[in-house]
Nanobody, 124 residues
Framework: QVQLVESGGGLVQPGGSLRLSCAAS????????IGWFRQAPGKEREGVSC?????????YYADSVKGRFTVSRDNTKNTVYLQMNSLKLEDTAVYYC????????????????WGQGTQVTVSS
């Protein structure tokens, strides 16, 4: 079955860096764009970044992370990465990866396959 597993979250000070990983299995990985999303307490889930399935690896970034976050993928390892630099307090959230680039509520959940999330906490 389709499985996405995020890792790499943790506690970091403002200005610090983290690299998240999203390990995928159960589907033809290089046929899918993969999105990163986050959800802070009391807020809606929002898109952070998305990387295409194509060999050029074209990517999208939310304005709030542009210039600080970089998404990449290694199709030989079925893994997508999110390098997060210059982290801010407002980046604190649970980060998810998914087989979609949009947040689309569906049947009590969201369209696409999602991981369980990894907590990122930015705090001094």
């Amino acid at each position: 079955q389709v499985q996405l597993v995020e890792s790499g979250g943790g506690l970091v000070q403002p200005g610090g860096s983290l690299r998240l990983s999203c390990a995928a299995s159960g589907f033809t990985f290089d046929h899918y764009a993969i999105g990163w999303f986050r959800q802070a307490p009391g807020k809606e889930r929002e898109g952070v970044s998305c990387i295409s399935s194509s060999s050029d690896g074209s990517a999208y970034y939310a304005d709030s992370v542009k210039g600080r976050f970089t998404v990449s993928r290694d199709n030989t390892k079925n893994t997508v990465y999110l390098q997060m630099n210059s982290l801010k307090l407002e980046d604190t959230a649970v980060y998810y990866c998914a087989t979609t680039c949009v947040v689309f509520p569906e049947n009590g959940g969201y369209f696409g396959s999602w991981g369980q999330g990894t907590q990122v906490t930015v705090s001094s």
